[in-house]
């Protein structure tokens, strides 16, 4: 049984920082690209960051870009998200990801495997 488990979201005052943490199971995660999706409430779930499994290539959205910083580790099936300098914009359930498929996108629908979510809220 595949299962993506993501722990680490919790409430922060703005400018704070945060590390998610999702772990794999059940799939050959060395060979998974894995990403972080994030929906607020009332808003579609946007592309957040993604990591490819053949060269740890990083791809970020345009509005985390230089703040957040995913990264993998392959011994631990885990992905991270290091999310610094919050604002209250961030707020959101983070969703974990994962494709056998190499990156190609950041569309949701190239991803197949998901966790539950772990919610992120920022305070101002």
């Known amino acids: 049984q595949v299962q993506l488990v993501e722990s680490g979201g919790g409430l922060v005052q703005a400018g704070g920082s945060l590390r998610l943490s999702c772990t794999a199971s059940g799939l050959t995660f060395s060979i998974y690209t894995m990403g972080w999706f994030r929906q607020a409430p009332g808003k579609e779930r946007e592309f957040v960051a993604a990591i490819t499994w053949s060269d740890d290539r990083t791809y970020y959205a345009d509005t985390v870009k230089g703040r957040f910083t995913v990264s993998r580790d392959n011994a631990k099936n885990t992905v991270y998200l290091q999310m610094n300098s919050l604002q209250p914009e961030d707020t959101a359930a983070y969703y974990c990801?994962?494709?056998?498929?190499?990156?190609?996108?950041?569309?949701?629908?190239?991803?197949?495997?998901w966790g539950q979510g772990t919610q992120v809220t920022v305070s101002s």
């Open positions: 990801a994962g494709t056998a498929r190499p990156f190609q996108s950041r569309d949701s629908r190239q991803f197949h495997r």
